[in-house]
């Protein structure tokens, strides 16, 4: 080591005298290691994944051998020559090497080497030696240019090479000096003209080349800064003689568009345009602060003007203004905003069916202006947000800008591209000629739905009722005295939306005029609808002044006589417009929920209470002093739950403060007088808990229901019907039709598991006929505003879309209760599921559990109920205008006129003739009426006395048998070979037990015509071969037993009927046996009758059995 020391300085020195002359030859020599090409400033001209874009060295290899440059030393330093030492690596023969001139940073690829030191852009010296400390190669590097390289001529000489070629062989296209590297061209040719500074999204400028020369954009840079004009030099391309090209200012660079390396802010006020030489070509200045959507422009004489219409890439628009300071309208200007909305909730809907915010303009000038060149905004600072189109607006006319954020002026509506906050504070009209701006301020005391606008004169008024597209009306001096209504004009007074049960009578409304002149109502409108408030017109209606006028309102079309609005007012709540002559709203009231004896209304004079609540109705009157401002908040109970194990303590509360819970335990609906609650209440047996909160001031709440049963789980459903037990047992005391009676109830449904499905109030009425004598009665369920609730929706029963009912039933099975030892308590629920998929008027139904009051009251099967609702449900008509008769011609809704028209026309015309079925068959639908005849007959439902037909008044649906009363079906021991298909064309009609007659007059026409014979043979072989094929029908009446079993013992033990399980089980078993032996009987009755050869049956069987 001591002896190599001496040797190792004396080479350094050496070396050291020798740089100069080395630095001053060119490497001539294409057979040796050489420093090929070197980028000093590399923006896109080499990019690497890993160390991005630094500058770089490419090292060639000239000679004929691999060189391995492990111990290679590299540097910008004379003095420290091993600045960086080449790794194991090496470069082969006729080869390339790029180092980057740049810190690792971490990289790990084996395949990048870094320097460590970079390389200047205005000049640098750099060094090679071997692994010996000889110096192979000195370079000295002139000034570059940004991806422009330092390379290496085939001679050995270097220069300047505009398209460096990272390990490539060098272009043979190498300038002597940077000037040479490009096209001669006038670099003074481009210029700036127009930016954009603050374009709520990318800035950018734009560049104009008004040479007859293309000029290369790489010999040019763009910045914002007086101080470093070369802060970005433009990429490589060619913007051609006359072009325009926009470089976006977006502080990136490498898309494929032209970007600039910093962005511009509101506080920018130059941009400078700067060629390679450093001279600055171009530059424009303007004011700071320039509103979004505006850009700078330059000006033939330098200064810099704005325009609202940006043309980025083409030449400027010539509407220009000096200066983007406002100055406010007067009424000197022709446009300005005359009323604003900040919250639409009953307003103006557009043509989307939105209620979006909205502007109103209007033209107090008698010349017609186009709004070309106005603008709308919420934002002062970006005055220029949404350009009206270039429409025109009228003399005297009202234009309405709708702020939905839609961004449209198609067709006749105008939509803004932003929307209003709920605290924005004031809307802006800016027109561009003069910079004139109009302003109207949104004070955040303005209500909901009211507006701020001006009046004739101008001055600034708040108006209760928006007037979009018409003048202002009925304005207030401040928000704050904004009221509900206008007590000086005609104003909802109270309304009325529940009678007392089946009354008849209809809601209506109350209009009070607190003018002091009369007003002609003719050609005003009410409405239940915010969306259509034009709903029903009022004729001939007068309100003198302190006077009253009452509109009557229903939805059904049979009560809607003269003078009786077209719409309904829903219990539940509703809102009612009332518009004048012109259709602008004058009022509008939120009724609030009402219930039998409850009105809602206004406190006359009192334009700042919204509404109140009457608990004695005033029609046509002044209002009572006595009322209310809402309800008692419902009271919560502690347990819930349906099954209960243990005693438990019950406890209440209700969140109104100061309010009292009355309950009751028997099933009777509170009152101020039933028992206080105290403190926590016992519970130890089956018990019905309701409760309701009572405040002064305050209706009473809704009543709280729970029923709490102390018994082991059911496997079906549980119908809890709760009531006052007097009019409970008033029902329950009916034992023929003339002492039927409806009362109040309240019923909960709950699920197999206990869960509460849905509750609902509801009047109930003892349901049947000869079955009213027996101790488990049907129950007729009528939902109807005067118990609180006018439909219930829930899904009752599966496989089907139906989920919402205003009748049901609770059915006890009819004749097949139990009293005979056929009975199966199964028959008539059987019957409806047997017919499903047929044209065939059939209940949906299921069954399930009642408790009567918390007293188990046994099976019941859940049906809905066959009357007018059953029509409106599944057919959408009206269940006022239809005709329900019941056995001949007794009417149970509408008129027997028709039935005994068509009865007629069935037993005294010839319908053999096919020309006279054809109009018989416009009022009757056959198809219905052949399928009800084979379920019948096919099921030998024996008791035809219970014979239903309906109809609708327009003939939308024609005459319809409704099946049923099956409870005699498959009753017999040897039912299955009996037919009783003669009985359907009888002429002489089918008598009963008590001598009375049942008229088949429908059945008897039909059978006249020899057609329809041969289909309804037809579609009964068709029936009995799929519908009722044996292991179907035995597959029903399993499933239906199977849901009934683990009940039936509890059912037996509380009723005695059917006497036994075993018994039960045996006549299910008789069932099974008539369902199985029955299609052979049937279908030798339908072929004897109908007079059906052989061939043909069998042609049949084989083909629907197939």
């Known amino acids: 080591m001591k002896r190599r020391l001496p040797i190792i300085l004396s080479l350094c020195l050496l070396a050291a005298l020798l740089l100069p002359a080395c630095s001053l030859m060119p490497a001539e020599d294409g057979g040796a290691l050489v420093i090929n090409e070197v980028v000093s400033s590399n923006r896109r001209c080499l990019v690497d994944s890993a160390v991005g874009t630094p500058d770089w060295i490419e090292l060639y290899n000239g000679t004929d051998e691999d060189i391995n440059l492990a111990g290679y030393g590299l540097s910008d330093n004379v003095r420290k020559l091993y600045k960086f030492t080449f790794p194991d690596v090496t470069i082969p023969a006729g080869g390339y090497l790029i180092v980057y001139a740049a810190e690792n940073n971490g990289v790990e690829k084996t395949d990048v080497i870094c320097t460590g030191f970079g390389v200047s852009k205005n000049g640098d010296s750099l060094y090679l030696c071997d692994a010996y400390y000889e110096l192979v190669q000195e370079l000295n590097v002139p000034a570059m240019l940004t991806d422009a390289s330092y390379a290496r001529r085939s001679d050995g000489t270097y220069g300047f090479c505009g398209t460096p070629t990272p390990g490539e062989a060098n272009t043979t296209d190498i300038a002597a000096s940077l000037d040479e590297l490009y096209v001669e061209q006038d670099l003074t040719a481009l210029s700036i003209t127009e930016v954009q500074p603050d374009g709520n999204g990318e800035t950018w400028l734009e560049l104009y080349n008004a040479s007859d020369a293309d000029v290369r954009l790489d010999n040019y840079y763009v910045s914002d800064s007086a101080s470093n004009l070369l802060r970005s030099q433009l990429p490589e391309s060619t913007l051609p003689a006359g072009g325009y090209a926009v470089v976006y200012l977006t502080g990136d660079t490498g898309a494929d568009r032209l970007e600039a390396s910093f962005r511009l802010g509101r506080a920018d006020t130059h941009v400078y345009l700067t060629n390679y030489q450093g001279v600055l070509v171009s530059e424009l200045a303007w004011e700071a602060d320039v509103p979004a959507g505006l850009t700078v422009v330059g000006q033939s004489d330098g200064t810099a003007a704005y325009t609202a219409y940006p043309t980025p890439g083409e030449e400027n628009s010539g509407e220009t203004f000096a200066s983007f300071a406002v100055t406010p309208m007067d009424a000197a200007d022709p446009v300005r905003i005359s009323e604003a909305q900040r919250t639409n909730k009953y307003s103006i809907v557009d043509a989307d069916g939105d209620r979006s915010e909205w502007m109103e303009l209007y033209n107090g000038s008698d010349q017609a202006v186009r709004l070309g060149g106005y603008y709308v905004s919420d934002d002062p600072e970006d005055p220029l947000k949404w350009a009206l189109p270039d429409v025109e607006l009228p003399a005297g006319g009202y234009a309405v800008v709708f702020l939905s954020g839609k961004d449209r002026a198609d067709g006749a509506e105008m939509h803004a591209s932003f929307r209003l906050s709920d605290d924005e504070e004031s809307v802006y009209l800016t027109r561009l000629d003069g910079m004139r701006q109009d302003s109207l301020a949104l004070p955040p005391t303005l209500p909901d739905n009211a507006t701020a606008g001006r009046d004739a004169d101008g001055a600034l008024r708040y108006y209760a009722q928006p007037t979009p597209g018409y003048e202002n009306a009925y304005g207030y001096e401040s928000a704050e005295s904004i009221g509900f209504f206008n007590v000086d004009g005609v104003y909802v007074s109270e309304v009325c939306a529940v009678n007392e049960a089946k009354s ?66 829903s219990p539940s709540g509703e809102t009612i417009v009332l518009s004048d002559e012109n259709g602008l709203r004058v009022d509008t009231f939120e009724t609030g929920a009402l219930s039998l004896g409850v009105t809602s209304g206004r406190i006359e004079g009192d334009a700042h209470t919204q509404r109140v609540f009457f608990s004695k109705a005033t029609r046509g009157a002044k209002n009572g002093s006595v009322h209310t401002a809402g309800y008692a908040a419902q009271p919560i109970l502690s347990e819930t739950g349906l099954y209960q194990s243990e005693p438990f303590t019950l406890t209440m509360t209700t969140a109104t403060a100061g309010a009292e819970i009355r309950y009751t335990t028997d099933g009777s609906e509170p009152t101020a007088d039933s028992t206080l609650y105290e403190g926590p209440v016992s519970i130890s047996g089956n018990t019905v808990v309701r409760a309701a909160a009572f405040c002064a001031g305050l209706q009473p709440s809704p009543v709280t229901t729970f029923t709490y049963l102390f018994e082991q789980p059911h496997t079906l459903p549980v119908v809890c019907v709760n009531g006052d037990p007097a009019d409970i047992a008033r029902v329950f005391a009916a034992t023929k039709r003339s002492e039927k009676v409806e009362r109040e109830a309240f ?46 929706t829930y899904p009752f029963f599966s496989d089907t879309e139906l989920t919402t009912f205003v009748s049901l039933a609770l059915r006890n099975s009819g004749q097949d209760w139990g009293d005979h030892t056929t009975d199966a308590r199964i028959r008539d629920s059987f019957a409806a599921r047997a017919v499903v998929g047929m044209n065939i008027d059939y209940a949906l139904t299921r069954p399930v559990i009642m408790y009567l009051n918390g007293e188990y009251y046994g099976i019941y099967d859940f049906n809905e109920d066959q009357n007018k609702d059953y029509l409106v449900n599944h057919y959408g008509v009206d269940g006022d205008a239809v005709d329900i008769i019941q056995r001949n011609t007794t009417v149970l809704q509408g008129s027997n006129a028709d039935i005994k028209r068509v009865f007629s026309y069935a037993v005294n015309r010839d319908l053999s003739d096919d020309a006279v079925f054809a109009e018989f068959a416009e009022w009757v639908d056959v198809d219905a009426f052949t399928d009800y005849f084979i379920a019948q007959t096919y099921f030998i439902n024996s008791d035809m006395f219970n014979q239903k037909y309906w109809r609708s008044h327009d003939y939308t649906v024609k005459w319809r048998p409704i099946f049923y009363d099956l409870d005699w079906c498959f009753f017999s021991d040897n039912g299955y070979k009996r037919s009783i298909i003669g009985a359907y064309f009888s002429k002489d009609g089918v008598p009963s037990n008590d001598g009375s007659i049942t008229q088949m007059n429908i059945y008897v026409g039909l059978r006249k015509n020899a057609a329809w014979r041969q289909a309804c043979a037809e579609r009964y072989v068709e029936v009995v071969c799929t519908f009722f094929k044996p292991e179907r029908l035995i597959s029903i009446l399993d499933e239906l037993a199977d849901q009934m079993r683990p009940e039936m013992e509890r059912h037996i033990a509380r009723w005695g009927r059917p006497k036994s399980m075993e018994l039960w089980e045996s006549a299910l078993e008789r069932m099974r046996e008539i369902i199985r032996n029955r299609p052979k009987y049937a279908l030798e009755s339908v072929q004897s009758y109908f007079d059906i050869s052989d061939e043909q049956m069998d042609a049949w069987i084989s083909q629907y059995s197939a």
Do not use: M
Not at 770 to 786: D, N, V
């Open 504 to 569: 008849g009578d209809n809601d209506w409304i109350e209009l009070y005029n607190g003018s002091d002149q009369a007003v002609d109502l003719t050609g005003w409108y009410l409405s239940d609808s915010d969306a259509e408030p034009l709903r029903y017109r009022i004729e001939g209606v007068t309100i003198e002044p302190g006077g009253y006028a009452v509109i009557e309102a229903s939805s059904h079309p049979t009560r809607q006589a003269q003078g009786v609005a077209t719409f309904g007012v």
């Open 747 to 792: 019923i909960q449904y709950y699920e197999p598991d206990g869960t509460l499905g849905v509750q609902f109030p509801c009047g109930i009425k003892a349901k049947g006929a000869g079955t009213l004598t027996y101790k488990q009665k049907s129950l007729a369920i009528h939902l109807r505003a005067a118990y609180g609730q006018t439909e219930v």
